[in-house]
């Protein structure tokens, strides 16, 4: 499964407005979180799939019937996030949390947000792998 | 008779030394089954999660001949890289998107794979509490599942995960900044036992122990049954148990490689888990009337702080105490912390908000609030796939609000600056001042919830007419099909079940086996017993509910 190039737009500008990056957070463009969140789909039941595709293209193209009115992709920066206020309030709610969810994991997962909120999962792995071979655990 | 006593201190909780591997890892993976192929055993388990690994072991190591059957797949620890982002899609069945249908919505996270969902739990550990035993004894006539006969069932389940107590020092801030406001409050709490063996406090038990330190049933029961001869099939989702008359004859999987497995076998343990094991046993022709109903979640939130002092969630044991001061009304108090991206995809909100607090992530704390939950759900199939129905009810709801509002108290009392709600309507708390939660009315649809428990979807019970298994595990009215994971419990214990469970799955292998309890099991020199349970599973009568 890949998304499309329409569907790849949306989801950095989503990125954007969910993230609103600043004070030394990379903007979402400069992180692997568009590719973690693809990767997510693929984890995901087609229907769930389906779903999340679908959320995709109604945040699309839901500001059409808004003001000011446009695909979600040709909103300015401010809008965006304007829009995404209206859209987890809207009627695809709780879906659409979901979805907000999901591009939350995939910016927050990536190694330089995580560095720079202090975490670094490599030590951690490293200790792990150096306590096992020394005991034998699994 | 009671031989030795069992250590649950620090040293013990450290010690990772002791680890049993098999001489050969049985498992035969799906991809490669893609004809048709027949296996003759003595006991077909399926699912290999905290009822079916420990069911396969007890009747391998008893001399049966077992074949378990497993939907995922194993993963080595070598596979677990400590980013819950990459872990999330990997270890938990629909990439983590498994959720209730109702009010509110709510995510069922649940493992998939050897060891189910043990495999990415926080192994906290809980005997089932008395007040919920003597509730199922008195209005579902469960006499047998007393304290006194489940105690050397729960002996050998924690003498063989080596649960133990987190000692102060591993179990991180987040644990820190709690127990000093529980303790300036004159609340009762504790550090909680869990089931590792040389815990360093990697800080990532649900994406996978990259120590092995956690003792989940894919690393400790599962190879002791591959040791005493039983075989693993993973990539093989169970279609339908075979019966003959009212006696079961088989079990038929198909295989990721799209080829089908028939399981010959006298006995089927099923334990899929409260979400699957229903649909399995309707798919087999079980036509009791409250299969796939009585569905509790104890479902939970988190509230977050932030302080003024450094916590780092990441660093130490996530889910390392507990606060049981209300308990007895049905709610718990559980250590919720972790990385980051855990962190902010349950945070409420998004944009400047979702940053502001993000930035102040190393500030941070996060603690869980439970509910023994009293509304029901229900489990169906829609297109093959389950439909799991569930509205909390407004009395669920009001316990949150007060579990929220005594965490609130907490964090206060802990120096905290701002208390961030699960509730998006409601504003950030400052200044130590509750006041808009307190005075908010708080509605199933206002929460953010999750739930990590789902169960009694084969409820146990005496009366046929109103449960789906007795009180061993055995369906109602037909011979060899048993139910060993959490759809058999009646109502939520109040506490996490992942050992009650295990409990539970040993005393039915026993009863298979012909075997008398392990009596010889050592004592545990000590065994918490938080205040929960006497209001746990909630409905004024568990019958009325549908539990029995």
């Known amino acids: ?138 | 008779m009671v031989t030795a006593v069992r250590d649950t201190g620090a040293r013990a909780y450290r010690d990772g030394t002791g680890t049993f591997h098999p001489s050969a890892r049985r498992i035969e993976s799906g991809r490669a089954i893609a004809g048709e192929r027949t296996v003759a055993v003595d006991a077909c388990v399926v699912g290999s999660g905290a009822g079916g690994a420990v069911a396969a072991r007890e009747l391998a190591e008893g001399g049966m001949r077992v074949a378990m059957l497993e939907e995922g797949e194993w993963w080595d620890t070598d596979d677990f890289n400590a980013r819950p982002r990459e872990m999330v899609p990997r270890l938990y069945r629909d990439g983590g998107q498994v959720a209730t249908v109702g009010t509110p919505p709510i995510i069922l996270p649940l493992g998939r794979g050897v060891g189910g969902t043990t495999m990415v739990n926080s192994g906290t550990c809980f005997r089932t509490p008395a007040a919920v035993l003597e509730r199922w004894r008195r209005e579902l006539g469960l006499d047998e599942l007393t304290e006194a006969e489940l105690d050397p069932f729960f002996r050998r389940v924690e003498r063989e995960l080596n649960v133990t107590q987190v000692p102060p020092d591993l179990a991180g801030r987040n644990a820190e900044v709690v127990r000093r406001g529980v303790e300036m409050l004159g609340w009762s709490g504790d550090y909680i036992y869990r089931n590792v063996r040389g815990c360093v406090g990697s800080g990532v038990c649900a994406f996978g122990c990259p120590t092995a330190a956690k003792q989940h049933v894919g690393i400790t029961y599962v190879p002791r049954a591959w040791a005493a001869g039983a075989t693993t099939y993973t990539g093989a989702r169970a279609h339908a148990i075979e019966l003959r008359g009212d006696r079961a004859r088989a079990v038929v999987a198909s295989t990721t490689a799209g080829g089908w497995l028939r399981v010959e076998c006298e006995h089927v343990v099923v334990a899929c888990g409260a979400v699957h094991t229903p649909l399995l046993l309707r798919r087999s022709g079980v036509r009791a009337p409250r299969l796939g109903r009585n569905l509790a979640i104890h479902p939970a939130t988190a509230v977050r702080a932030l302080f003024d002092e450094e916590i780092d969630m990441w660093r130490g044991v996530p889910q390392s105490y507990y606060v049981d001061e209300f308990a007895e009304q049905g709610i718990m108090l559980e250590g919720a912390a972790g990385p980051p991206d855990q962190i902010a995809m349950s945070l409420p909100g998004h944009g400047t908000r979702l940053r502001e607090l993000m930035l102040r992530y190393r500030s941070m704390s996060q603690f869980g609030v439970m509910v023994a939950d009293s509304s029901r759900g229900e489990v169906r199939s829609l297109l093959g796939r389950p439909l799991i129905r569930y509205d909390l009810n407004q009395r669920d709801a009001d316990l949150f609000k007060r579990g929220l509002e005594r965490v609130a108290e907490i964090y206060w009392a802990a120096g905290a600056r701002e208390v961030v709600l699960p509730v998006p309507a409601l504003p950030r708390l400052r200044a130590g001042d509750s006041g808009p939660l307190r005075e908010a009315s708080i509605r199933p649809e206002d929460l953010e919830l999750m739930a990590f428990h789902p169960l009694g979807t084969a409820a146990a019970g005496r009366d046929p007419r109103r449960s789906v298994v007795d009180a061993k595990g055995r369906v109602h009215g037909l011979e060899g099909i048993h139910v060993a994971d959490a759809s058999a419990l009646p109502s939520s214990p109040g506490v996490n079940p992942q050992i009650t469970i295990m409990a539970l799955s040993t005393r039915l292998a026993f009863g298979l086996l012909g075997a008398p309890p392990p009596s010889h099991e050592p004592e545990p020199d000590h065994i918490p017993r938080p205040r929960a349970g006497r209001a746990a599973g909630g409905p004024r009568t568990l019958a009325a509910a549908g539990g029995g």
Do not use: I, Q
């Open chain 1, 1 to 138: 499964m890949k998304l499309s190039r329409r569907e790849s737009e949306v989801v950095d500008c989503l990125l954007d407005a969910v993230v609103a990056p600043a004070d030394d957070l990379p903007r979402p463009r400069r992180t692997d979180a568009a590719a973690a969140f693809e990767r997510m789909l693929r984890h995901l039941p087609t229907l769930n799939r389906a779903g999340l595709r679908c959320l995709l293209w109604a945040a699309e193209l839901g500001p059409l019937l808004g003001r000011p009115r446009g695909r979600l992709t040709r909103l300015t920066p401010a809008w965006r996030a304007a829009y995404v206020d209206r859209f987890e309030r809207g009627p695809a709610g709780r879906a659409a949390e979901g979805l907000v969810a999901l591009l939350k994991l995939a910016y927050y997962g990536d190694a330089g947000v995580m560095a720079r909120l202090g975490y670094d999962p490599g030590p951690v792995v490293a200790r792990a792998r150096a306590l096992r071979a020394a005991e034998g655990r699994w």
